[in-house]
C-alpha cells in the first residue's frame, strides 16, 4: 500500500467519525432541547428555530456523507437561521446599531448565497 493511498484512506476515515461524532452530538442536543420542552409545557418560537438548526445541520451531514463533498450553502442557512433566531430572541435588549449590524450580517450572507447559486448554476464545474 502506497503512503498516498493510506493517506487518502487515514483521511475518509478521520472525515467519517467526525460526522458520526456531529451527528450524534446533534441528536443529543435535539433531544435535550424537546426534553425541555415536555418539561415545560410549551413550545416557543426560540424552541423551532434550534430544532430548524438541527435539521439543517443532519441535512448538511448527510449532503457530505452521500456526496463526499461539502455544500457551502448549507453552513450559510445556517448562520442565517441562527443570526435570525439572535435577532428574533434578544431584540428588546438590543441597540440600534447591533440591530442594524445583525441584519446587515444576514443581508450579506444571503447575497453571498445568491451568488453561489448564480455562479453554479452559470459556471458548474467541468467533469473530469
Known amino acids: 500500500m502506497k503512503i ?7 483521511i475518509v476515515l478521520a472525515e467519517n467519525i ?4 456531529i451527528a450524534i452530538a ?6 435535550i432541547e424537546v426534553t425541555s ?7 416557543t418560537l426560540a424552541d423551532l428555530l434550534l430544532l430548524f438548526i438541527y435539521l439543517e445541520v443532519f441535512a448538511m451531514v448527510a449532503m457530505y ?12 442557512y445556517i448562520a442565517i437561521v441562527s443570526l435570525a433566531r439572535y435577532l428574533i430572541l434578544d431584540m428588546k435588549s438590543m441597540d440600534n446599531w447591533r440591530m442594524l449590524g445583525v441584519s446587515g450580517a444576514i443581508l450579506l450572507i ?9 455562479g453554479h448554476t452559470n459556471f458548474p464545474y467541468k467533469d473530469k
Open 110 to 118: 444571503a447575497i453571498a448565497v445568491l451568488l453561489h447559486r448564480y
Open 37 to 43: 420542552m415536555i418539561s415545560a409545557r410549551t413550545v
Open 65 to 76: 456523507l452521500n456526496s463526499g463533498k461539502l455544500p457551502v450553502r448549507m453552513p450559510l
Open 18 to 21: 467526525g460526522l458520526v461524532i
Open 4 to 10: 498516498n493511498e493510506f493517506g487518502n484512506k487515514t
Open 26 to 31: 446533534t441528536v443529543i442536543a435535539v433531544a
